[in-house]
């Protein structure tokens, strides 16, 4: 079996993220015009790869990423597990490390291996990759789609990527990510290996 390609794309710019302001699973918010420019620079780039499936969560800034695909009739399905981490009662607040305690101390715990470390109402990693393990698993099984597309959100991005490449959690924070990055996979049927890591070349290109 030759190998299948998994494209892992991070959603396109928010006003929310210019303004620094976590959405979470609990903030559905659309693409803000630089977004929507990017994910039109995104498929001049990749129009053309012949997607066998497009895959999103269910939140609408991964769908507003990737309607260019979806318009030209691509086989398309949404996943909650897919969503970004729950960031409970500070969704849709500003969190920095400079300014927030709690937000710090997270982030440090998570460095610390305390990957069950949650804000309040909120979810840990841990929780994140049990709900991404079904898909997985579907994405797995599934041989025939040879090359697949998959939009989802930057901190869950970080935990499917250690969950792909047999990472522990506590080392997510290596994997950067960018609004509309691309992480290129392959998967020969036992492994995951990164081709192209934070790719941003496609919006470079497009100036």
């Known amino acids: 079996m030759r190998p299948r390609t998994i494209f892992l794309l991070r959603h396109g710019q928010t006003d929310f993220n210019v303004r620094g302001i976590v959405q979470g699973s609990g903030v559905d918010s659309s693409l803000n015009e630089t977004g929507r420019r990017q994910a039109a620079q995104f498929f001049a780039a990749y129009g053309h790869v012949p997607f066998d499936k497009v895959y999103t969560s269910a939140l609408r800034r991964t769908h507003e990423s990737v309607q260019q695909f979806l318009d030209l009739g691509l086989p398309h399905e949404a996943h909650p597990g897919l969503n970004e981490i729950s ?10 490390m ?5 937000y710090r101390q997270v ?3 998570w460095a610390e291996g305390r ?5 309040t109402g909120g979810e840990s990693p841990e929780e994140v990759a049990a709900r991404q393990r079904p898909f997985i698993e579907l994405l797995k099984a599934r041989e025939h789609e ?32 960018s609004n509309l990055c691309l992480y290129k996979l392959e998967f020969t049927g036992s492994f995951f290996t990164v081709k192209n890591f934070l790719d941003v070349s496609h919006l470079q290109a497009a100036g």
């Not at 990957?115 to 804000?119: E, G, Q, Y």
């Open 146 to 177: 040879q090359t697949v597309l998959v939009c989802m959100h930057g901190r869950a991005l970080r935990v499917m990527l250690c969950q792909l490449l047999n990472y522990p959690l506590r080392y997510m924070e290596g994997f950067e990510h």
């Open 87 to 96: 960031w409970g009662t500070r969704e849709g607040t500003r969190i920095t």
């Open 115 to 119: 990957t069950d470390a949650r804000l």
């Open 107 to 109: 982030l440090h715990d």
């Open 98 to 102: 400079d300014e927030d305690a709690e």
